[in-house]
């Protein structure tokens, strides 16, 4: 064959005879790594570990285990101290008298007292053991928001706890004090007025958790800060039947006061959500 005859091969323009040439003009050729670049690195995982869901449940056992071990261990220590406490949250109570009506009734609010106290002294730690639970099937970007989340709600919960004891408690003690000072003598049960003033704290402890739910729901875009102004109308009954329903006791002070300290934190949280651009 002749350099003549080899110009008149016609070309085929089939891929399969040029495989090379075919694959350069694939358009599938970069899919995969197009695909991956268009995940966001605060998505991923980044210390994702394969567990069976036997393994997960050993995990819970143990961590619930831990958690059991050190409430046990400092709701026995407050007990060994329950005196100062009791004494402490009779302080609010301004010198009123409590009286022991039942055979008993004052260690079963000793132990009341120290169930309380212990659960919140050990809450930082059972808090550790569900972060840690937790913390492997959470993403880059649910990490960065644990821990404002966590240091947020725990400062918060402490102001709850400062507030209804400086400022709730008196509050609603003086109006009930003054009610009927010139009718009855006062003279009060013991466990009654323990039962009023730990759920007033703790209820206020938790009413005052608002900013860190609106910061979570603005991070994940659930809500907007336009959109939690625009209900403010709904927002205020709603502090009205929350201070109601958390305070023990039924007078309207109280009550305003708890519905105001509501109205203050979620339009604070408002502000909060609004710094972050959501």
Not at 42 to 61: A, G, N, W
Request: charged letters at 15%; hydrophobic letters at 50%; aromatic letters at 12%.
């Amino acid at each position: 064959m002749t350099p003549q005859d080899l110009d008149t091969v016609p070309q085929s323009d089939s891929p399969g005879e040029y495989p090379d040439a075919a694959a350069s003009n694939s358009p599938d050729i970069d899919t995969e790594e197009y695909d991956n670049s268009e995940i966001d690195p605060l998505d991923e995982l980044p210390d994702e570990i394969e567990m069976s869901f036997f393994d997960h449940l050993e995990e819970l056992r143990q961590r619930i285990f831990y958690a059991l071990i050190v409430s046990v261990i400092s709701i026995v220590g407050c007990f060994f101290y329950v005196r100062p406490i009791v004494q402490l949250l009779e302080v609010p109570a301004q010198g009123i008298k409590f009286l022991q009506l039942a055979p008993g009734e004052y260690f079963f609010v000793s132990l009341k007292v120290a169930a309380y106290s212990g659960l919140l002294i050990s809450s930082p730690f059972i808090l550790f053991q569900i972060i840690q639970f937790v913390l492997p099937g959470l993403t880059r970007r649910e990490r960065r928001l644990l821990g404002p989340v966590v240091l947020g709600s725990s400062v918060l919960f402490a102001a709850g706890l400062v507030f209804a004891y400086f400022l709730l408690i008196p509050a609603a003690l003086n109006f009930f004090i003054s009610y009927g000072a010139d009718v009855v003598e006062q003279l009060w049960s013991i466990e009654k007025y323990f039962e009023f003033v730990l759920l007033l704290l703790f209820s206020t402890g938790l009413a005052f958790q608002i900013p860190v739910i609106q910061l979570l729901l603005g991070a994940l875009g659930i809500v907007s800060s336009n959109q939690m102004l625009s209900g403010w109308r709904y927002v205020i009954i709603g502090a009205v039947v929350l201070g109601a329903i958390l305070t023990p006791s039924t007078d309207p002070l109280t009550q305003s006061l708890l519905a105001g300290a509501v109205l203050g934190l979620y339009f604070g949280g408002i502000g909060l959500v609004r710094l972050t651009g959501k």
